[in-house]
């Protein structure tokens, strides 16, 4: 993930604990949030489509470019990175006082806050990446940062299901609170790089808060973000009705706990580190390929359960292909995104392509739980595996032809 380039500052042992507690605690919460809380509403009697517009509660994600620039520009990151760190667990020490219950408002409101902390985290987090990485660097370094992000989710979505299924909310938050304590304690001994000097690159006063868009309308810019909605489009499609699938499927809360929690959890980081080392040593445009027509590939696992071929051994090998693939797709897009953001203004522009990230996954979401309900799951996943195929191609093609940014065609090939 994050292998700084100012050794003195900090050891790279640290550098590497530090960034992933940190993509790690912004996974956990999400992860208990996206993975866990729909199969105990699926099994509370939720509609498909009604549990698709929990991803409207991921908002913050969506529009953090709005106050990125704020954040990317003002204060140091150690301040901001305490002070949200802090925040998350002291949200958990609350929730966990409180009486929640299934389809709760004040459950669905921390699902609300819990995005807007962590959100905010990721354009710190991510600034600070792209700053000191160089574009050799960034495919290992995206390896241990989606590495540790799944991680996160795989514990939140895996370990804390197991908890909440075995005890109650106030335990369950509990644990919560401890592993985000846990993933803050590097933070305290983060001494930062030098910042660079004011200029012509920084905005100031009010044109903070305008920054973003004249980020957004830069040359390359837009139609990255088009290139990103063809390639994730499909593969959120599928991937936002796993769970209910596998609980539909007469799959227990403590059998998904432990498929997407050790299993899946050991799937991912191996995704991750295989993502990372192949974006290394073959460059962008064969990892893209391999990593986004592999996901594709395993999805077609999904849709033989969906056709109830197989039996229950079916759905514990595509968790474990999807968790290699997945990971190794988010990578290799997450490295491509660090090469078209410009460093002077790093936060801004990754946070952007990150939003547009976000909303393709909530659209995504929404139409396949809709098409879930309409059509069911085998009909649904065929459709999201055609769409995840033919726009991981169609990336490939575009920029073999039209490259976005010098940046991006620097290292491309």
């Not at 408002?105 to 000191?132: E, K, M, P, S, Y």
């Not at 993933?183 to 973003?212: C, F, I, N, Q």
């Not at 990103?228 to 007469?250: A, E, K, N, W």
Request: charged share 10%; proline share 3%; hydrophobic share 55%.
């Amino acid at each position: 993930m994050m292998l700084m380039k100012d050794s003195s500052q900090n050891s790279r042992a640290h550098q590497i604990t530090l960034l992933a507690g940190l993509y790690a605690a912004q996974g956990l919460p999400f992860g208990f949030f996206s993975l866990a809380l729909p199969v105990l509403l699926r099994e509370a009697g939720w509609s498909l489509t009604e549990i698709s517009l929990l991803q409207f509660l991921a908002l913050p994600w969506a529009i953090k470019f709005l106050w990125a620039p704020v954040v990317d520009h003002h204060g140091s990151r150690r301040t901001w990175l305490l002070a949200l760190q802090c925040a998350a667990c002291g949200a958990a020490l609350l929730l966990s006082q409180l009486g929640l219950q299934t389809g709760s408002v004040a459950l669905f409101a921390a699902v609300f806050l819990f995005n807007l902390i962590a959100a905010t985290q990721d354009i710190v987090t991510d600034g600070l990446a792209v700053r000191l990485l160089d574009a050799r660097e960034r495919g290992l370094a995206n390896g241990i940062q989606v590495g540790a992000y799944r991680l996160g989710m795989i514990l939140g979505g895996g370990l804390l299901l197991w908890v909440v299924a075995r005890t109650n909310w106030q335990v369950m938050f509990l644990c919560m609170a401890a592993l985000l304590a846990v993933s803050t304690l590097p933070v305290w001994t983060l001494r930062e790089p030098p910042s660079a000097p004011v200029g012509a690159h920084k905005p100031r006063g009010r044109a903070l808060s305008v920054a973003w868009l004249h980020r957004a309308l830069k040359p390359g810019m837009l139609a990255f973000a088009g290139l990103i909605f063809c390639y994730r489009f499909g593969d959120q499609m599928v991937s936002s009705l796993l769970t209910p699938f596998l609980s539909d499927q007469g799959v227990g809360k403590e059998t998904i706990a432990l498929m997407k929690g050790a299993v899946g959890s050991g799937a991912s980081v191996s995704g991750a580190m295989l993502g990372g080392w192949l974006t290394f040593r073959v460059g962008r445009r064969l990892a893209m390929l391999v990593s986004g027509l592999g996901q594709a590939a395993c999805f077609c696992l999904y849709i033989a359960a969906a056709l109830g071929m197989g039996d229950v051994s079916l759905l514990w090998a595509a968790t474990v292909l999807e968790g290699v693939t997945g990971t190794m797709a988010s990578v290799a897009l997450f490295t491509l995104m660090m090469d078209a953001a410009d460093p002077q203004h790093a936060g801004t522009d990754y946070t952007l392509l990150a939003s547009v990230v976000v909303l393709v996954g909530g659209l995504a979401g929404l139409v396949g739980g809709v098409l879930g309900d309409a059509l069911g799951y085998a009909p649904t996943f065929i459709i999201g595996t055609m769409l995840s195929a033919v726009g991981c191609v169609f990336l490939v093609w575009w920029l073999d032809r039209h490259p976005t940014h010098a940046r991006v065609a620097q290292a491309w090939r």
